[in-house]
C-alpha cells in the first residue's frame, strides 16, 4: 500500500499560479503511476493530469491544457502539479492518485485504475 500526503493548496486569485506537491511512501516511487484529480462541490471527481512512472508520458484534461503542468521527481518521492493562470472553475479538491506498475510509460486517466489515494488539499481560487 501507497500513502500519499499531498500540500500546497490555498486561497489564490484568478490569473494566480500555484504548486501542488504529493509525496508518496510504502512502495518503490519508480514504479508508480501517478494521477491528479480534483472534485468541487456537488461534482464528481475527475481527471488532471497523470505522468508515468518514468516521467516520459504526461496526459492531461483538456481544460487544463497550457496552464497545468505534472512532473515528478523520482528522487524526492514526489510528484508536483503547477498551476498557472487559475480560474474560479479550478476550484475543488485535489486528490493525488498512485499505482504500481511494471510499464514506466504507462499512463491512466480513469480514478478506477488506481488503488491509493491522498486525504486531498483544497485549491480555491476567488474571482
Known amino acids: 500500500q501507497v500513502q500519499l500526503v499531498e500540500s500546497g493548496g490555498g486561497l489564490v486569485q484568478a490569473g494566480d499560479s500555484l504548486i501542488l506537491s504529493c509525496t508518496a511512501s510504502?512502495?518503490?516511487?519508480?514504479?508508480?503511476?501517478m494521477g491528479w484529480f480534483r472534485q468541487a462541490p456537488g461534482k464528481e471527481r475527475e481527471f488532471v493530469a497523470t505522468?508515468?512512472?518514468?516521467?516520459?508520458?504526461?496526459y492531461y484534461t483538456d481544460s487544463v491544457k497550457g496552464r497545468f503542468a505534472i512532473s515528478r521527481d523520482n528522487a524526492k518521492n514526489t510528484v508536483y502539479l503547477q498551476m498557472i493562470t487559475l480560474e474560479p472553475e479550478d476550484t475543488a479538491v485535489y486528490y493525488c492518485?498512485?499505482?504500481?506498475?511494471?510499464?514506466?510509460?504507462?499512463?491512466?486517466?480513469?480514478?478506477?485504475?488506481?488503488?491509493?489515494w491522498g486525504q486531498g488539499t483544497q485549491v480555491t481560487v476567488s474571482p
Open positions: 510504502g512502495r518503490t516511487f519508480s514504479n508508480l503511476v
Open positions: 492518485a498512485a499505482r504500481y506498475t511494471t510499464n514506466s510509460a504507462v499512463t491512466y486517466s480513469r480514478s478506477g485504475s488506481y488503488s491509493d
Open positions: 505522468i508515468s512512472a518514468s516521467g516520459g508520458s504526461t
